[in-house]
């Protein structure tokens, strides 16, 4: 088992993050994205979704945004909903605005896109969902 995948590493940055930007956020409560948004919201994070299509819309009560370097704030942690091909344009994007934390949901992988985090001094955990880990 690689380290961008153990439960212990995971655990660990529950403590390190109070922001998180949710990439591949839906306004459709029967996506699970919607689920994990809700369940990290009642966890106390705050919580930004990030979808191009719903831009300036709320999804859970909070403005939706086009990308990451939308967000008006400071972002410790990046949750990507969206397949593994598109989650390396959207690491690149989180290393280029100084977040901490890149998460790919379960089923997202992405080693070349992981290396990259890594080398810039992000953590990575892939393929599991912070709603499972943190629960």
């Given amino acids: ?77 990046v949750d990507i909903f969206r397949n593994s091909d598109d989650a390396g344009a959207i690491v690149d994007e989180a290393i280029a605005v100084g977040v901490k934390v890149v998460w790919m949901q379960l089923g997202v992988v992405n080693e070349e896109a992981a290396a990259r985090a890594e080398a810039a001094g992000l953590t990575v955990i892939m393929d599991r969902c912070p709603a499972i880990d943190w629960r």
């Avoid at 109070?18 to 689920?35: E, F, L, N």
């Avoid at 994070?45 to 945004?65: D, F, I, K, S």
């Fill in 1 to 77: 088992m690689n380290s961008h995948n153990s439960r212990e590493l995971a655990e660990s940055i529950r403590e390190q993050v109070k922001t998180i930007a949710v990439v591949g956020a839906s306004d459709k409560q029967h996506r699970p994205v919607y689920g994990v948004m809700r369940f990290l919201q009642n966890q106390a994070y705050r919580c930004y979704p990030v979808n191009p299509r719903l831009a300036g819309q709320e999804v859970l009560g909070e403005t939706t945004y086009a990308s990451l370097s939308d967000i008006p704030e400071s972002i410790d942690m």
